[in-house]
């Protein structure tokens, strides 16, 4: 099995464990995510090198370089970002429209 399809079933099976995560439980996954981010800032600079010098080798437009490369201030912005969706209400099971049918069965988007 390549370690893109390893970690797309790992990322599926995380989906299905975290749906029934409590909003606390994301909240803190979320927070978990960016500190690790932020700690691990210098390992995924270097990582995004060689992959900009394998963009540039294989002839990568420099629009597409320029959204591949990284840097600290990109790497503050993701984790200021998974920090700003922890602070949202968790929308999960929040009724966003509903009505009741003639026959009096209620219909709800949840």
């Known amino acids: ?32 995510m960016a ?6 800032s210098q390992a995924i600079l270097a990582a995004n090198q060689k992959d900009l010098e394998a963009a ?6 420099k629009a597409l370089q320029d959204r591949l490369a990284l840097n600290s201030s990109r790497i503050e912005g993701m984790a200021e970002g998974l920090r700003q969706v922890a602070a949202l209400t968790d929308p999960v099971g929040q009724v966003v429209a509903g009505y009741r049918r003639p026959n009096g ?6």
């Open 1 to 32: 099995m390549t370690d893109l399809n390893r970690m797309g079933k790992q990322a599926k099976q995380a989906a299905r464990t975290l749906m029934g995560a409590s909003t606390a439980v994301k909240n803190a996954a979320l927070h978990h």
């Open 35 to 40: 500190d690790t981010l932020l700690a691990h």
């Open 105 to 110: 069965l209620k219909i709800q988007k949840v």
């Open 56 to 61: 540039v080798a294989s002839g990568m437009s």
